[in-house]
């Protein structure tokens, strides 16, 4: 089972994370600011690493600086709702290749559901 650790200050977001990684099978570790999911890195050594990048204190790009110094090769998915093209630029220079918008995963999401919810033969 791979091991994903998600770092991201925002309790909902990491909720939501944990309750549909879960689902698919991964193990899920939560940290909630970057800090902590340094600690948590170094402690677990997560196969994938789902890392906000606006967050108080230590912000995702310091995170992902000591992260790719510790080891390169582990991948990062970049999921955010501050994300402009120069973020977006700096942050492949560091190789991560999946750079995500909450606002349009979360927005999608809930269109999904709203759907999916008032179709009308849907069983009671």
Known sequence: MAKILVIDDEPGIRDLLDTLLSRKGYDVVLAENGRKGL??????HPDVIVLDLKMPGMDGFTVLQQINSLDPRTPVIIL???GTPEAEQR??????TEYI???FSLHHL??????????PDRAA
Not at 39 to 44: D, I, Q, T
Not at 91 to 96: E, L, N, S
């Open 39 to 44: 600690e948590l890195f170094r402690r677990e």
């Open 80 to 82: 955010t709702g501050a």
């Open 91 to 96: 942050i492949r220079a560091f190789g991560v």
């Open 101 to 103: 918008e909450k606002e």
């Open 110 to 119: 809930g269109d999904s559901l709203k759907r999916l919810l008032e179709t």
